[in-house]
């Protein structure tokens, strides 16, 4: 069983073997390059389940080994080793082989589905379709199994090339470049504090490995043990301070306030791309990092506050955005945006193992609920608007039941899985919230937010499917193949029993252990475990109860499931009508704000024009000016000078003779003064 | 009784500037080569007085080689007066002026 593991790099490599297979011979294979990718990454998949098995039955519970080394050096650290090597390793605990489960179990059902959506629709381009989903896949999971920070910074990066490849597909279209050229700037805003905290982790500690006893983590922990100053900081503020460098990466990938405004124009991608994106993905890859040195941000109550309030304000703010919309991808984009603001108000708070849950449970209901509008799109013959859509109900029942259970798992209504893992986030972030204002506010927004994510997935749910059709396509929906309803009801089982993964309310209550992912995070290695973080927050967050523990988890699950139950009924009232009408008209002045998304773009777009453009010209009119001046001045000077001296050279030689022997003489003269002749 | 040192010296120095004269004066080339052997010989004059002064041989040895040496830079001098006066149609050396900046 252990040696098992001396295969795990084959689970990155597959789809990377499939990226070079679709680009190089793509044209000339019978699916334009979807074969290789599906193998691949049921390939990954397949190893990936081993690799389950594997931490799970193995003696040590992970796999932690360093695969090659290309730069070691002597380390200008503060504190720590003498000597820094970056390498690349591979790190499998059970985070990550849970982790690489989901990435390449998703990965595997959209390369399947495209065949429907891609191949069928006769698009143009596919090798470059399945050549950037095989490279994006690749990315992600190097990144997921990635035992340091650099190899992970550098998988990110990928990963953000891949979406940007990716949600271009379409390049011939106006807004399909642009929208991949934000994307690709906005996160890479992000990234760049991303760089600048792992070089600051790197000068601090001399090592950038996730886990183990010379981890960046542990050296942190000893330096604020230790009361040690960093930088002329002390070192809890350097690690916040570092933290939060990190974290910019965080909110450009995973799409949180301010930076989230790249992903709803993401949408220009193909769907099953935006599936990929959002379900396991780019968007993913922020909120894991998070998970992945959460060591690091549990050392900085500092930083998870932030990451907390964050995480809440982005879950309501995205939430709002998310019921006007018209677009029925535009309102998935936005449930992402509010449940990755979930996951960072779970972690911030310490619900390490209710972030980690609602990251699997969003992968799966997220992706079906993706491929379900895509199976929409293709219903509607490539319509997106929902309010051309209508009675799809009858005539796709399997697109139809599926999606149904991909939105009651997003609402959050028991028992299907989004509801467990919510309502588990939302129970940590109200205990903590008790004994902490901030917590509680961000708790609060959580909570309101829940009411609107009812009302704009059951508004989704009932215009596209409910009701009379609104448009000739609507009633004469085009027919989708197995390809598109297999991984439907795969990914729809997924989502209404992925919950039992962790049903911590039953167990809180009833005493039943049933909280497998909680005593699955427990395992792995030494500091990394769920364990060590609860010990860390123990010192971090004081936790209280309303009553008694029941009563508080009663109260939390009493009220979320109220609001989701609400939210849904006032869509229920309000859009499951045969002919359902705007009711956005009532919301006056808010409905424009909503509409033009809070002027996020406008005011970034602002940011950029109003601000860095005239920045940067004043910084190149300086360049110009002042650097280029200085510089031509002294060429200038020297050319000036050397036309003046150059008249020396008559090209007479009587003249270099008269000034050979007046040089002599003058030398004579100076060195008979100096030497005391004429005395 | 030979003749005294200074003399010798007096001789030199009086032929070098009389060739220094010419260089700074003269624009015939073929005068140039002739005062620059002049100035050569006054060198060499200087060397022979001074070995003889000492009883030493070297100097004699060294205003042999100078001949030699000076023989040659007439050949080449020469050579280049001519390409010269292919070139100018004259030995006046301040009119090639072309090869300055």
Sequence with gaps: MEGLFDYAPAIALFPLAAFVIALAFGNYLPKKGAIPGIVATGGSLALSLAMLAAVAGGEEGYYHDTLYTWAAGDAASEVGPEGIEFTFGILIDPLAALMLVIVSLISFLVHVFSLGYMNDEGETGLPRYYAGLGLFTFSMLAFVYADNLLMAFMFFELVGLCSFLLIGFWFRTRSAPSAAKKAFLVTRFGDYFFLIGVIAIAATFGTLQFAGNDSFIAAAEAAIDGNEQLFGFGAETWVTITALLVLGGVVGKSAQFPLHTWLPDAMEGPTTVSALIHAATMVAAGVYLVARMFGYYALSPTALAIVAFVGGFTALFAATMGCVKDDVKQVLAYSTISQYGYMMLGLGVGGYVAGVFHLMNHAFFKALLFLGAGAVIILMHHEQNMWKMGGLKDKAPVTYWTFVAGALALAGIIPFSGFWSKDEILYDALIVGLEEPLILAAYAMGLVAVFFTGFYTFRMVFLTFHGKPRSEAAEDPHGVGWSIKLPLLTLGVLAVVAGIANLAPVYKLTGIELTFLESWLEGGLEGTTYVAYTELLGDVYDTGFIGTESTTVLIAAGLSLALAFSGAGVAWKLYNVPEPVRHTEKLGGAYDVLRSNYYQDEYQVWLAEGLTLPLARAADRFDQTVIDGTVDGVSTASLFGSDRVKRIQTGIVTNYAALLVTGFIVLLIVLGILGGWFV | ?101
Excluded: K
Excluded at chain 2, 2 to 12: G, Q
Excluded at chain 2, 45 to 69: D, K, P, W
């Design chain 2, 1 to 101: 009784m030979s003749v005294a040192i200074e003399y010798y010296v007096l001789l030199s120095m009086a032929l070098f500037c009389i060739g220094l004269f010419g260089i700074l004066t003269r624009r015939n080339a073929l005068m140039f080569l002739m005062s620059v052997e002049i100035m050569l010989n006054a060198a060499n004059i200087n060397l022979i007085a001074f070995a003889f002064y000492h009883g030493n041989l070297t100097g004699q040895v060294f205003a042999l080689f100078t001949m030699a040496l000076a023989a040659a830079e007439v050949a080449v001098g020469l050579g280049i007066i001519l390409v010269l006066y292919r070139n100018f149609r004259d030995v006046d050396v301040t009119v090639p002026t072309t090869m300055r900046w």
